[in-house]
């Protein structure tokens, strides 16, 4: 960090204000609508909501928080509810803007010790305070572009709506099957094959593999050298190799949500494997289009139908039988053809926007570097 005329610096714990913790709630009480918002470390803003407003948190200026599991932060001024274990609530000193704050620690990018604490890394930075009115210059600044990046993100949910719309259009419900489709087995048209359990090497034949956390929230994963290597001293099966047009699974988890999560997959003539959390599908029926089969198990009463055991609780893991023995609509082949033809329309304008949006993400993180580097 370059020290900045007329800026002052502390150490972190030296920019807080003590604050009182009211009770944290467990997720298991969380409640799907209520009064009081809940805020926990998970990624989304809001986790839940509650009712009893002895364990709401009143803000009297603005607040961030840290989840000290996660590494997530969030910029919050409205009165809520603490949720379950791992949120640190930081309540920065007058001289010092909770968004500057914010965008500080966004731009610090606390490395992960995986599911462990990491509050005590903040412990160790040193926190540059400017003069007021500068920080509220920086701040609306990158307010601004972080704006544009949300509209633009706002816009991609928009446009997956629309493809989920196509869908439902097009062929119903496929789990209600109100148009009476021909159905079939997933097992019928596609083999399956878990993935690849490893132990990484320094040497050998390298290859590229794709994990859970790859899939995040796309409907296709194009390969490229960014993807994880590995290196093996012997040749990896060809059954471990992915082709083009596979469809990969999640198949276990920590965060059962993530259960059962698909993606289609563009090798790009790349030597591709996948991880032993992951379920391959490879589709052997010329009736069954890829694209469509990886749509459909997208949607989420497929999902829902996919991930509920007969117990009606989430599985814990995902298997090759219950791939095989879920049932699919299989529409004739043309109107597939014609499904993916219309949303290939909509995935370039996805394209169009994440470009956008890159090249945003660029500018914002270019002017963090410019004011915090």
Known sequence: MTMKENWTYKKFEDCL??????????????????????????????SGYWNEEADVFKIHKPIVIFGDHTRVLKYVDFDFVLGADGVKILQPINALSAKFLFYYLQWC?????????????????????????????????????QSIIDKQQAQLKELDTLAQAVFYDMFGDPVEN????????????????????????????????I????????????????????YANDTIDDGYLLQDNDILFVRSNGNKQLIARNILVKTNN????????????????GTAL???????????????ALTMSGRGCNISNLNQTT???????????????????????IEKQKAAISQSIAETQKLFDYTMDKYFG
């Open 17 to 46: 204000e003590k604050v009182k913790n009211t009770p944290k709630l467990q997720s298991s009480d969380y409640l799907s609508n209520g009064i009081y918002p809940i805020v926990s470390q998970e990624e989304s803003l809001i």
């Open 109 to 145: 990018k606390i490395p992960s010790l995986g599911y462990s604490r990491h509050y005590k890394l903040l412990k160790d930075i040193s926190v540059p305070i400017p003069p007021t009115g500068e920080q509220s210059r920086i701040v609306s600044e990158l307010d601004l572009l």
């Open 178 to 209: 109100e148009k009476g489709w021909e159905v079939k087995r997933l097992g019928e048209v596609a083999t399956f094959k878990n993935g690849l359990n490893y132990s990484p090497n320094e040497t050998g034949k390298k290859y590229h593999i």
């Open 211 to 230: 994990g859970v956390s790859d899939f995040q929230m796309k409907s296709e994963i194009s390969c490229n050298n960014e993807l994880t290597t590995i």
């Open 270 to 285: 790349l030597e591709v494997t996948f991880s032993g959390f992951c379920i391959r599908a490879r589709i052997t029926n």
């Open 290 to 304: 890829p694209f469509y089969i990886n749509s459909l198990l997208k949607l989420p009463s497929s999902h829902k």
């Open 323 to 345: 791939l095989n023995d879920f049932p699919i609509i299989l529409p004739p082949l043309p109107l597939q053809q014609s499904f993916a033809a219309k949303i290939e329309a």
